[in-house]
């Protein structure tokens, strides 16, 4: 079944995006959530034309994520977290904490943005994580999880 995405859905696609998935997941997740709609030739046409007009208006979007993802550069972001034995943490940091400490450098992005590779971070150390200022402006960013004193 071929449906036409009005949100962005995680790991599917981004708004306005052309995927073919299942027909039970279609009909009875993506189109009653308000997720997507069936892709008819007449919806087809419609999402053309709203491609066209939204890539003159995606050029200053682009350019404006370009530049917050350029203040990443010479930023080192240092977690605090407490600590036991073998450097285990006290909880787990997640792309929130990290998402509260580029907040802090100058660096806005919404955490649900944020991946962080394998998920929450439960040991101190220097971690990756990927993000996505746009859909087409991802940054890898590395920072460190360091013991609180």
Not at 32 to 58: C, F, I, M, N, W
Not at 79 to 105: H, Q, V
Not at 113 to 125: D, E, N, Q, V
């Amino acid at each position: 079944m071929e449906v036409i995405l009005k949100k962005d859905v995680e790991k599917l696609g981004f708004m306005d995006d052309l995927v073919t998935v299942k027909n039970g997941y279609g009909r009875n997740l993506l189109i009653p959530g308000g997720h997507a709609v069936l892709a008819t030739p007449s919806a087809k046409k419609v999402r053309a034309e709203t491609l066209k007009q939204r890539a003159y208006k995606d050029k200053k979007v682009i350019e404006e994520s370009r530049k917050q993802a350029n203040k990443l550069s010479g930023i080192e972001i240092k977690i605090g977290a407490k600590s036991g034995e073998a450097d285990r943490l006290f909880g787990s940091i997640t792309s929130a904490d990290l998402a509260n400490a580029l907040g802090k450098e100058g660096v806005e992005i919404d955490k649900k943005f944020i991946t962080i590779a394998g998920g929450a971070i439960k040991r101190l150390g220097q971690y990756e994580a990927s993000l996505r200022f746009h859909r087409e402006v991802i940054e890898d960013f590395s920072f460190e999880v360091v013991a609180d004193s």
